[in-house]
């Protein structure tokens, strides 16, 4: 399995974060095939970089599987404004970020949006439903099932990019 994130860190705080890894392995369930919850990810930058942390990722196949929709927050705490500029994903055709926006008569509709999101400084960028997401378009076969989990990088434009692992929950829940 790969990691769950790509950063570049000095040694002291590679050998802090193994170690704390450790440490969390032991709060793991024994048996009875339960799943302690995964910690937040974060890109640590190098001194005087962006903060980036990402809470709650989570994909649903669209029923058809010709789509998905991701949702996250992802959590800024660094002193100067960044931008999500781009998602990848390998097996699909396309990652898009996109807005679902209600229409004057009402109804919502998704407009792309090709220039990414803005995330100010020290601020929280929820994608969820009825708002701001990334749609997943033309999955190659196999299609992910629920409880996997896919890989998903995340381009920012100063925050490095990072690599977050997100889990595929059932359409609907």
């Known amino acids: 399995m790969t990691a769950a994130f790509h950063l570049r860190m000095p040694p002291a705080l590679r050998l802090l974060l193994v170690v704390a890894l450790l440490a969390g392995a032991g709060s793991c ?4 095939g339960e799943v302690a919850e995964k910690p937040p990810q974060t890109a640590v930058p190098e001194e005087g970089g962006q903060v980036v942390r990402i809470e709650n990722p989570r994909l649903y196949i669209v029923p058809g599987g010709a789509s998905g929709a991701v949702y996250m927050d992802i959590i800024h705490s660094g002193s100067s404004d960044d931008r999500l500029l781009r998602v990848e994903m390998e097996g699909v055709q396309s990652a898009q970020t996109h ?8 109804v919502m509709r998704m407009r792309g949006s090709p220039e990414g999101f803005p995330l100010p400084a020290d601020s929280v960028l929820k994608l969820e439903r009825g708002g701001k997401h990334v749609m997943l378009l033309g ?15 995340l381009h920012f434009e ?3 990019a990072m690599t977050v692992q997100v889990p595929v929950k059932e359409y609907g829940e």
Do not use: C, M, N, Y
């Not at 369930?29 to 009875?32: H, Y």
């Not at 807005?99 to 009402?106: F, L, R, T, V, W």
């Not at 999955?139 to 990088?153: K, M």
């Open 99 to 106: 807005e679902s926006i209600a229409g004057e008569d009402g």
């Open 158 to 160: 100063k925050a490095d």
């Open 29 to 32: 369930s024994q048996g009875g």
């Open 139 to 153: 999955f190659s076969q196999p299609l992910p099932h629920v409880g996997e989990r896919v890989e998903l990088t």
